[in-house]
């Protein structure tokens, strides 16, 4: 295992192919962690995180398929939209 000031090294890395000509690419890393990647698409939006007996669950949907966190996407990162940030 890495010590803390460290950069963990990643041990394996898998593609899932998804509809649309999506892949979530998943990255394992030796401290435990694991990064998710979302290839091709819309912004994805973190919309609910949950602990589920020994294990956690993410789930990600694309701002255009109803999403309200979207919102809060194309406000925080939109060019010239006169919005403040």
């Known amino acids: ?4 000031d460290e950069r963990p090294v990643e ?4 593609d899932v192919p998804l509809s649309g000509g999506r892949t979530l690419r998943v990255t ?4 435990g ?3 998710l990647a979302v290839k091709t698409g819309s912004p994805y939006v973190i919309t609910s995180l949950e ?3 020994d294990g956690a669950v ?3 949907s694309p701002g255009r398929e109803g999403s309200n966190a979207h ?5 925080d990162h939109g060019a010239g939209d ?3 940030a």
């Open 1 to 4: 295992m890495a010590a803390a």
């Open 11 to 14: 041990i394996d890395k898998r």
């Open 28 to 31: 394992e890393f030796s401290n």
């Open 33 to 35: 962690s694991i990064r």
């Open 51 to 53: 602990q589920i007996d």
């Open 58 to 60: 993410v789930k990600i």
């Open 71 to 75: 919102k809060n996407w194309v406000r």
């Open 82 to 84: 006169g919005d403040p």
